[in-house]
């Protein structure tokens, strides 16, 4: 399953609501707002245990975070999105 | 007549209006030659962030813009250090010289004013 969150895990529940229910094999893409979770040192970055983490790229440098990123997150274009999309036939918007 | 306005930034840069919207209210009123000063709390201090390349989602890079307020008067900036570190920013790494204010240092800053506009 495929999970999308676009909010800031400072400001909103989401990316925790999401974590919480995840499957091990799960696969979470941080959007607009949600890719400030990615940002290496912050409180809410997700620990070891938690799913697959992917950042979409041009969300991530329109905020200038591409030199905070934290280790374990990998960067996604809009290309590799629209592929993740298609192989995960179940995808939850957290929001 | 000349008053203190702080602005209260609290939202980050793109996904929302707010951040914009703020500037340009600290725009207006530094055209009004009021004494503007801007407080970036919680979700706010993301605006501070450097190197925003926001044309790769098509909006206008928000730190520039900000960058811009000391051509205006505008050099009052402050932001909570407890929420730079808990975001994983340090003031170091920001776009443009803030200072930073713990909780007392808020406290004080919002006392001394005499219109207080949230955003």
Redesign the interface.
Known sequence: MLHTV???P??HSALAECLRVCAADDVVVLI??GV?AA???????PGPDAPKLYAL???V????????L?EGVALLDYAGFVQLCCEHPVIQSWY | MSKRFLIVCRQPPYGSSFAREALDMALACAAFEQRVALLFLGDGVLQLAGAQQAEAIGQKPLDKQLGALPLYDVDALYADADALAARGLSDTTLALPVQALDGAGIRALLTEQDIVLGF
């Open positions: 676009n909010k800031s400072h400001g607009e707002d400030y940002i290496a040192g912050n409180s809410r970055l790229s041009a969300d440098a329109a905020r200038g975070l591409a030199p905070h934290a």
